[in-house]
């Protein structure tokens, strides 16, 4: 594992205030890892496979990806479905980050391929304490290596 390159988490939110408070209680829950923060369905793509602006990269692959759904240009589930159905992306960990909780939209994001959903509590407190879970939750999880 000489040529171990940094582990980064790519954090897909269009809100600025949720994707502060994820990063913030990401990191109370000790997770030192580089999170990159997108804001749109379509940079998200264009950032895993090295497309648009990122065409000169040379960023690996995301070991995980937290989603959110409602999101401009290509919403949470094109994004899935995308990252899914592609052979460099398709074992990539996506966890499903979203104010929603209709069982339709759980069992379609499911059925896309995504690892884990988890609905955001709307309070202050209660969204702060479910991601520093998340967090604690994410320094346990192992991800496939990289062949």
Same mark, same amino acid.
């Given at each position: 594992? &000489?040529?171990q ?10 809100? *600025? %205030? =949720? ?7 990401? +990191? +109370? &829950? #000790?997770?030192?890892? !580089?999170?990159? $923060?997108?804001?749109? %369905?379509?940079? &998200?793509? !264009? ?9 000169? !990269? =040379? =960023?690996?692959? *995301?070991p ?10 290509? !919403? %949470? ?5 995308? /990252?899914?159905?592609?052979? +460099?992306?398709?074992? $990539?960990?996506v ?11 759980? #069992? ?9 959903y /988890?609905?955001? *509590? ?12 998340? %967090?604690?939750?994410? #320094?346990?999880?192992? $991800?496939?290596?990289?062949?």
């Amino acid at each position: 594992m &000489a040529n171990q390159q940094p582990v980064i988490i790519l954090l897909v939110e269009d809100d *600025p %205030g =949720h994707a502060l408070l994820i990063e913030k209680n990401l +990191r +109370r &829950a #000790s997770i030192a890892n !580089d999170i990159i $923060v997108l804001d749109n %369905g379509q940079k &998200a793509i !264009d950032f895993l496979f090295k497309e648009g602006p990122y065409k000169e !990269d =040379h =960023h690996p692959v *995301p070991p995980l990806i937290l989603l959110d759904l409602n999101l401009p240009v290509l !919403d %949470g589930f094109q994004v899935l479905k995308i /990252i899914k159905n592609d052979d +460099r992306t398709k074992k $990539v960990p996506v966890i499903v980050l979203t104010t929603t909780d209709n069982p339709q939209e759980v #069992s379609r994001c499911y059925e896309l391929g995504c690892n884990v959903y /988890i609905t955001k *509590p709307v309070g202050y407190d209660k969204f702060s304490d479910a991601i520093r879970t998340l %967090g604690l939750f994410l #320094s346990i999880v192992k $991800v496939p290596e990289k062949e």
